[in-house]
């Protein structure tokens, strides 16, 4: 994957063609991607749906340079104005026990060269575009689980990314905490700007946030369809016109159900 820098915004701060990734295993090779295309705008909401193995967080890696590619090309033109490329926000959020809030929000910003009291502001203002200024000093043990997910979100805004990875945040919460925090990364995401590409195997969710969604199948994986949500903001859930593209999204990832599953990647 190679950065590119640039004075202004590109067309594409994603720009992906032909990526293929396999590697040996048990004396086989294994074939996780194949020839995918896809091309990502400064400032959109792209969701990656697809069954389990089929390459979702694989691509992420890819992005975050973790794992390298076997063909195609990937380039990444972040805003020049962010001080870095890309963040990523896991399933689980990763925090660190024996630190309070404030400090795990402010933990990428200690290699910066920034003063203590810097590093501190910055991570209040992470903390209160999540709505959490008010628990900066609590421990992750006193925090519910959509509370530790919106911490992990400030973590990851604290060091001020052009392009933020989000692989399945979340999944292991209750449907009512996910439907509030589905709306609290809308809001974070009109306020900031930001380019997310966001992995979930809920289509329900995927329709709800995204611009377009991507729609991964096959062994190796490829790109199904690429489907926009053309559907105006603020929606609704359950809309009429969402069931429509998630049934449609549904198909398309189902297409190749009945293949062999033990090519899949787990």
């Known amino acids: ?39 990502i705008a400064p400032g959109e909401f792209v969701a990656l749906v697809g069954a389990s193995g089929v390459g979702k967080s694989t691509l992420l890696r890819v992005l975050m340079g973790l794992a390298p590619q076997s063909e195609g090309k990937v380039v990444v033109t972040p805003d020049p104005a962010a001080e870095r490329p890309m963040a990523l926000v896991f399933q689980d959020s990763r925090l660190l026990p024996w630190r309070r809030v404030i400090a795990n929000v402010s933990f990428g910003l200690e290699k910066k060269s920034l003063p203590a009291v810097a590093r501190r502001e910055r991570a209040m203002q992470a903390l209160g575009l999540v709505g959490l200024s008010d628990l900066a000093d609590r421990w992750p043990w006193q925090l519910s689980g959509g509370q530790r997910q919106r911490v992990a979100l400030a973590r990851a805004l604290a060091v001020r990314p052009s392009i933020l990875l989000m692989d399945e945040p979340f999944s292991a919460l209750d449907v009512a905490t996910r439907e509030g925090l589905q709306d609290e990364l809308l809001r974070v995401w009109r306020q900031t700007g930001k380019t997310i590409v966001f992995v979930t195997h809920d289509i329900d969710e995927a329709v709800y946030l995204a611009d377009r969604i991507v729609a991964l199948g096959g062994k190796p994986g490829e790109v199904r369809s690429v489907r926009v949500i053309d559907v105006a903001r603020p929606r609704r859930r359950g809309a009429l016109a969402l069931q429509d593209i998630a049934a449609k999204v549904k198909a398309d990832i189902t297409a190749d159900a009945a293949a062999p599953v033990e090519d899949y990647v787990i």
């Open 1 to 39: 994957m190679e950065a590119v820098s640039a004075s202004k915004l590109p067309d594409h701060v994603i720009d992906i063609e032909g990526l293929a990734l396999s590697f040996d295993q048990d004396g086989k090779r294994t074939h996780v991607l194949r020839g995918l295309d896809l091309k």
